[in-house]
């Protein structure tokens, strides 16, 4: 492995504030039967898990935390894409964690998927950023499927509130088509993709053969899919 990944070497210290956003009305003349409904997303139910999490890493180690928040098929990037729980297993914890705090939240209009992009800083000053894709189980709590990031030369600006957006409802023509899922079964391939249960968040990740890799988020605004978030690493330069 020629450098740790970026995000998924950190444990949290401090938490982050509960806020609670509401999403748009819902739409009452259909209401798809695979998913809790229009209009329930939940952002501030994402930043709890999150909380957790970090709470979980204080208290049980880091690459504990991140196994039992992890979804059974969650990918990482150190730096080719793997099956996180098979390279948590039996990992050694780091000496110094590391803290991530997050600035912004995107959220699926029925609730289902999430993601949070965010700040971390390891104890010899090193920054970055990360990003990390939840998706919600049947039970209602939230597991990570896909967590990326990388270093900075400047740490990101904190912002005076954390902020939140939720995609629009599906309602319109067609959209029933968007309901199934993508799902890797295999091992992951340097190209993976995922959506919420109603469409209305997707993303989509590409690895190129140095290990430089991209990802985009879309979500429903105004009746279209719309890119609101992009992140491209380059390749790392200590391969070998």
């Known amino acids: 492995m020629s450098r ?25 003349r ?19 898990a999150e909380i957790a999490f970090a709470r979980t890493a204080r208290e049980k180690g880091q690459w504990k ?29 780091p000496a110094a964690p590391v803290q991530w705090q997050a600035h ?31 998706q919600q189980r049947k039970k209602g709590d939230y597991r990570w499927v896909l967590d990326q990031g990388d270093a900075l030369a400047q740490p990101l600006k904190e ?21 199934e899922r993508d799902r890797e079964k295999a091992a992951p391939g340097m190209d993976g993709r995922g959506r919420s249960k109603d469409g209305t968040l997707t993303w989509r990740y590409h690895v190129e053969a140095d290990h430089s890799r991209w990802l985009a988020v879309s979500m429903k605004k105004n009746g279209a899919m ?9 390749a790392p330069k200590d391969r070998n």
């Open 159 to 179: 912002p005076e509130m954390l902020s939140a957006s939720v995609a629009d409802c599906a309602g319109g023509p067609g959209d029933e088509l968007l309901v």
């Open 65 to 93: 935390a991140f196994d039992e928040f992890a979804d059974d098929e969650a990918v990482m990037f150190v730096p080719e894409p793997v099956r996180a729980k098979e390279w948590l297993s039996g990992r050694k914890e």
């Open 4 to 28: 740790p990944p970026a995000r998924v070497l950190a444990a949290v210290a401090g938490g982050l504030a509960l806020f609670a956003l509401a999403a748009g009305p819902a739409d009452a």
């Open 30 to 48: 259909r209401r798809p039967e695979y998913a809790p409904g229009n209009g329930t997303a939940n952002p501030s139910a994402l930043v709890a």
């Open 104 to 134: 912004q939240v995107w959220m699926s209009c029925d609730g289902t998927m999430g993601v949070t992009k965010g700040a971390w800083q390891q104890h010899d000053g090193t920054v970055g950023y990360f990003t990390t894709i939840w």
């Open 226 to 234: 719309t890119e609101v978030l992009r992140s491209e690493v380059a």
